[in-house]
């Protein structure tokens, strides 16, 4: 079964903004995420962003556009050399009580049905407490990024007890940590041959 690397798309791929990214022209990537998605295209990890856009709910945003930008991303990392295997995104606002807003696990077991993921041995890379929350409701190895609003989400996590996750500067590092271990996975089978 394919492992995959969830990925948040507001303050880990591109800026965050406090009023919602609502048009291409505000849509401005991270430096150095382009090249660590393009890093990561080289494993056999689906990638798969997973976002909450509650903008679209709100009226503030239409669903067309949002997908248009998304269109949009994928079209620019796939000129740099990266890839997307799916973008799923929550229109909900909180007060709907959805199942797929994040930090429910919706959007993440939607993906895994959809591209028959094993959710335990894929990871995920946020700036948010609900994003660490989601990864651990389905068993990821989770990554927070301190890129968007993750350092004073960092603070949230600690002061709520949310735990288990590696603090990372941002999606580079994220990808740095992920491609060592997809690493020692590769290699954990050969020393345990030669152990016995
Ligand atoms: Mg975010
Ligand atoms: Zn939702």
């Known amino acids: 079964m394919p492992r995959a690397v969830f990925i948040d798309r507001d303050g880990v791929v591109c800026r965050n903004r406090e009023d919602y990214v609502k048009s291409w022209e505000e849509f401005h990537f991270l430096p150095g995420a382009l090249d660590a998605l393009a890093r990561l295209a080289q494993t056999d990890l689906r990638i798969v962003v997973v976002t909450n856009q509650s903008a679209i709910n709100r009226g503030i945003v239409p669903a067309e556009v949002v997908e248009s930008i998304h269109a949009r991303m994928v079209s620019a990392i796939e000129a740099n050399g990266g890839r997307v295997d799916g973008v799923f995104y929550c229109p909900h606002r909180p007060d709907e009580g959805c199942s797929c807003r994040k930090p429910r696990p919706g959007l993440l077991l939607r993906a895994a049905e959809q591209l028959a993921l094993d959710l335990e041995g ?22 927070l990024v301190l890129t968007g609003r993750g350092r004073r989400q960092l603070l949230r996590c600690l002061i709520h007890g949310e735990r288990g996750f590696a603090v990372v500067p941002d999606l580079q590092a994220a990808v740095g940590r992920i491609l060592r271990l997809e690493r020692q996975r590769r290699t954990v089978p050969l020393e345990e041959t030669v152990g016995c």
């Open 122 to 143: 894929s990871y995920l890379v946020g700036d948010a407490e609900s994003d660490m929350r989601a990864g651990r409701a389905v068993g990821c190895r989770r990554f």
